[in-house]
């Protein structure tokens, strides 16, 4: 076991010891899924919108994490409100913008949380963070058409250094940095693409190890590589059986991880982006 998989294993089981809460504001249809995945992984999760609370709520939390799925002006307001509530109180802030590029309500809102809050990890598929940057990539609702390995890189650096947050673009393989180290995770399934929340509780799951590693690049490195490790497990035990029976395993696999539980089913390898912020060097 290298030296980094020594410090996700590490991380995987301070989570499980730690139980951090999570506080998501997140969308209603996947509010059940994210609470099962996070108390599967061995996470504490609380759900709280109201603009009355929200403040309160964060800054006890070990993690806040922001989801743009069903999107309101109200909702908006809460955010931002439980955002400067984390931020004043060290509590880190995870993004997820569901959408960004589908609508100008959504790009707008995402954009206005990144400048009213201290965004400590964003997460999005390829076509989400290119919005936030200005950029136009086709998106049907709140899914992306692919990107190639390369091409998600780059565009991940970009986005970390202009935004000023580690940023993780994901999909067929998942890309994440703080725009000078990059780290790209393999693993999970097809079957992720299947099963609705998938990418919501992946966010919630990136705060739960950011919650007990101020480290957030290894946080989130962890994250990406256990969750993939489940989905692939997941799918092996289900690989002729459908995106039902896939669901539960996969929180039965969350539910199961251990430290050597990346071995055959995560890979991670690292480098150091180029000074353009493109291909990697090394």
């Not at 202009?162 to 393999?186: F, M, P, Q, Y």
């Not at 497990?233 to 029976?245: H, I, K, L, N």
Request: proline letters at 2%.
């Amino acid at each position: 076991m290298s030296i980094l998989e020594k410090e996700l294993s590490a991380l995987l089981t301070k989570v499980q010891n730690a139980k951090p809460l999570v506080h998501n504001m997140t969308n209603v249809v996947v509010t059940n899924f994210t609470a099962n995945g996070l108390y599967a992984l061995g996470a504490s999760p609380v759900m709280a919108y109201a603009p009355e609370e929200a403040a309160d709520m964060a800054k006890i939390a070990g993690a806040l994490v922001l989801n743009l799925g069903t999107l309101s002006a109200a909702q908006v307001e809460a955010m931002i409100i439980a955002g400067s509530s984390a931020n004043a109180h060290g509590v880190p802030v995870l993004l997820d913008p569901v959408g960004a590029g589908a609508t100008r309500f959504r790009t707008e809102s995402a954009l206005r949380i990144l400048r009213e809050v201290k965004v400590s990890l964003l997460r999005g598929n390829a076509a989400e963070i290119a919005h936030l940057l200005g950029e136009s990539r086709d998106i049907k609702g709140v899914d992306a058409g692919e990107s190639s390995g390369g091409d998600q890189v780059e565009l991940a650096v970009r986005a970390a250094r202009k935004l000023n947050t580690v940023v993780a673009v994901t999909g067929r393989e998942d890309v994440i940095t703080d725009g000078k180290l990059c780290r790209a995770v393999s693993g999970g399934d097809a079957l992720l693409t299947q099963v609705t929340g998938t990418g919501c509780l992946l966010t919630s799951v990136l705060g739960a190890f950011a919650a007990v590693e101020r480290d957030v690049l290894l946080a989130g490195t962890a994250g990406l590589a256990f969750y993939g490790a489940a989905a692939s497990r997941a799918a092996e035990r289900t690989a002729s059986a459908g995106p039902g029976s896939f669901q539960i395993a996969f929180l039965d696999e969350l539910a199961k991880l251990h430290p050597h539980s990346l071995k055959g089913h995560a890979a991670v390898s690292e480098r150091e982006a180029s000074a353009a912020g493109g291909w990697w060097l090394g």
